[in-house]
């Protein structure tokens, strides 16, 4: 496995969903996740995936909502819940990209798994000033689990015929322009990100 590493470096490793394998070239991937935003941590699949049928969230107003509802634009699915710090930290980022990419057929699905529903939800928002993202809610992790999340936050990128082509585990820098770049390559029908660097 180095001589991937080698030759096309830690990134584009990654991209290819190579495993690390010693601690400096994890070291190596931090230090690039954060100088491109994550977007070298986002893991794109060998081919795109289909969700399970029927799968639903609920909106702030408790009426249920399935993925089909939004066939035809790129969805960020984001499984998020306000307890968690690395989630917190990346709201306002997602915030401003769905503000972003909105006109441009992109809209950010943040799925909170938070158990007190709208209210907690609604306050979170209001508290730290977001007012672009819709409540969308998960709270039972229904979803999450159906579609094999493992931990908070993960983050989903569904093309326009609503099939996961890539996936995120981590916080990240939605609005970095090397992720908004992928993300806009993605809505015009090609692949998020490349695999090398």
């Given at each position: 496995?180095?001589?991937?590493?080698?030759?096309?470096?830690?990134?584009?490793?990654?991209?290819?969903?190579?495993?690390?394998?010693?601690?400096?070239?994890?070291?190596?991937?931090?230090?690039a996740g954060a100088a491109?935003?994550?977007?070298?941590?986002?893991?794109?699949?060998?081919?795109?995936?289909?969700?399970?049928?029927?799968?639903?969230?609920?909106?702030?107003?408790?009426?249920?909502?399935?993925?089909?509802?939004?066939?035809?634009?790129?969805?960020?699915?984001?499984?998020?819940?306000?307890?968690?710090?690395?989630?917190?930290?990346?709201?306002?980022?997602?915030?401003?990209?769905?503000?972003?990419?909105?006109?441009?057929?992109?809209?950010?699905?943040?799925?909170?798994?938070?158990?007190?529903g709208k209210a907690v939800?609604?306050?979170?928002?209001?508290?730290?000033?977001?007012?672009?993202?819709?409540?969308?809610?998960?709270?039972?992790?229904?979803?999450?689990?159906?579609?094999?999340?493992?931990?908070?936050?993960?983050?989903?990128?569904?093309?326009?015929?609503?099939?996961?082509?890539?996936?995120?585990?981590?916080?990240?820098?939605?609005?970095?322009?090397?992720?908004?770049?992928?993300?806009?390559?993605?809505?015009?029908?090609?692949?998020?990100?490349?695999?090398?660097?």
């Amino acid at each position: 496995m180095l001589k991937p590493l080698a030759r096309r470096g830690v990134i584009g490793a990654l991209l290819a969903g190579a495993t690390l394998a010693t601690p400096q070239a994890a070291r190596q991937a931090t230090a690039a996740g954060a100088a491109d935003g994550g977007l070298s941590r986002l893991r794109q699949l060998p081919e795109p995936r289909s969700l399970p049928e029927g799968l639903s969230f609920t909106d702030g107003e408790g009426r249920e909502v399935r993925f089909e509802t939004f066939r035809g634009r790129v969805l960020v699915v984001n499984f998020w819940a306000t307890w968690c710090p690395p989630c917190v930290a990346e709201m306002p980022a997602l915030d401003r990209l769905h503000a972003l990419l909105t006109r441009e057929g992109v809209d950010v699905l943040a799925l909170s798994s938070d158990r007190g529903g709208k209210a907690v939800v609604q306050a979170f928002y209001e508290r730290t000033g977001l007012a672009h993202l819709g409540i969308w809610l998960d709270p039972r992790g229904a979803a999450g689990r159906a579609v094999g999340v493992r931990g908070l936050p993960t983050t989903l990128l569904l093309n326009r015929s609503g099939q996961e082509v890539a996936r995120l585990e981590g916080e990240a820098e939605w609005d970095h322009p090397q992720m908004v770049a992928a993300i806009r390559r993605l809505a015009r029908g090609g692949r998020p990100t490349t695999t090398g660097t």
